[in-house]
């Protein structure tokens, strides 16, 4: 009877949450699950969204600005003047984020651009330390297709990041899972635990790690490794 009243509690939390458009809570697996995300409305805020990794990003929370995956090239021609095969041209490579927008969506950023593709953030921002102001959820184009999370940062500081006030992360799943977010506390991925166990055995073999430490460090990891944290 308990956890048949706690279903209803929780349908009825959720019910509540989309006719406000604001959700407490959100996980990777209900933003996939069409029997969730069918009832969710596009521009639904949200105070918390648990990653696919387990890992936990609230309204609040600071995070690091990590490294661009992305990259463009701008070419021009020196020289030559009127004179054809004279001319030399210079192409130069920049990084650019592919998740962080300058701006807000749609924003000052795009606006600045001039043109249709939003303005990326450049890798001067690398290593920033930012503050999540909003996170907000969408459809991947209609109703009936799954969600994807974006986040608004702010300065650490109250401070612009050049013209503009905010950065968008447009895919929160994607951008973390790329590095181009980091997670201040995140959780060690299985395969990080199994290089981390794989490292001190190597260590202890060469004797330069202690039996016991090796031990305390592989209970600690083992949960991880066999996916029962």
């Known amino acids: ?25 959100m996980t990777f697996e209900q933003s996939q699950n069409i029997d969730y995300f069918i009832k969710v409305k596009n521009n639904t805020k949200l105070g918390e969204y648990i990653t696919a990794s ?3 990003v609230k309204v609040g ?4 600005i990590g490294n661009p995956t992305s990259s463009y090239s701008t070419s021009n021609t020196v ?6 095969g004279y001319g030399r041209t210079k192409t130069r490579y920049a990084k650019e984020f592919e998740f962080v927008q300058l701006g807000r969506p749609a924003g000052l950023g795009a606006i600045m651009s001039g043109s249709e593709k939003p303005a990326m953030a450049g890798i001067n921002l690398s290593q920033e330390v930012v503050l999540v102001k909003e996170m907000k959820t969408y459809h991947k184009g209609s ?22 006030k905010y ?10 899972e790329s590095g181009e977010i980091l997670l201040k506390n ?4 299985r395969e990080e635990a199994i290089a981390k166990l794989r490292e001190a055995k190597e260590l202890l073999d ?9 031990d305390a460090l592989k209970k600690e990891l083992s949960p991880i490794i066999m996916n029962n944290q």
């Open 1 to 25: 009877m308990k956890k048949f009243f706690a279903i209803i509690l929780a349908f009825s939390s959720f019910t509540l949450y989309s006719q406000n458009k604001y959700i407490e809570s």
């Open 54 to 56: 387990g890992n936990s």
């Open 61 to 64: 929370d600071t995070l690091i």
């Open 79 to 84: 020289g030559g003047g009127t004179n054809i």
């Open 143 to 164: 109703k009936k297709k799954p969600l994807y999370v974006v986040i608004v940062l702010g300065e650490i500081n109250g401070r612009a990041f050049g013209l503009n």
């Open 167 to 176: 950065l968008s992360v447009m895919n929160t799943e994607l951008a973390i």
């Open 186 to 189: 995140r959780k060690m991925t």
């Open 206 to 214: 060469l004797e330069m790690m202690s039996q016991e430490d090796y």
